[in-house]
């Protein structure tokens, strides 16, 4: 059974940093395609960032935060990470990591690709 587990959330001012860590369990993570999503108060959840491995490593950005996050993963540790710098208050929103096999290039931004969910943590950009 395959389990996620994200953290790392919190309050930061305009301009700040975080770093949101997931940890993975079960199957296999070097093979997993990694990606975090975010849904903001009222909206609809969205792609954050992605990184398939499997293949030659691929990157994929939403055009929101590219440039200011930093998705990076470790695979002896079961781990992935979204670094978060210059941060806006249109950044709030909960953070939800996500993991799935066998995800082509093309559907890597699509969230009904991943069958595998961490609980989300909260992210609170504000003065």
């Known amino acids: 059974q395959v389990q996620l587990v994200a953290s790392g959330g919190g309050l930061v001012q305009p301009g700040g940093s975080l770093r949101l860590s997931c940890a993975v369990s079960?199957?296999?993570?070097?093979?997993?395609?990694t990606a975090w999503f975010r849904q903001g108060p009222g909206k609809e959840r969205v792609f954050v960032a992605s990184?398939?491995?499997?293949?030659?490593?691929?990157?994929h950005y939403a055009d929101s935060v590219k440039g200011r996050f930093t998705i990076s993963r470790d695979n002896a540790g079961s781990m992935f990470y979204l670094q978060m710098d210059s941060l806006k208050p249109e950044d709030t929103g909960v953070y939800y990591c996500?993991?799935?096999?066998?995800?082509?290039?093309?559907?890597?931004?699509?969230?009904?690709?991943?069958?595998?969910w961490g609980q989300g943590t909260q992210v609170t950009v504000s003065s």
């Open positions: 990184w398939r491995g499997s293949g030659g490593n691929t990157i």
């Open positions: 996500a993991a799935g096999q066998g995800i082509i290039l093309s559907s890597m931004r699509n969230m009904d690709q991943y069958p595998y």
């Open positions: 079960g199957g296999s993570f070097s093979r997993y395609t």
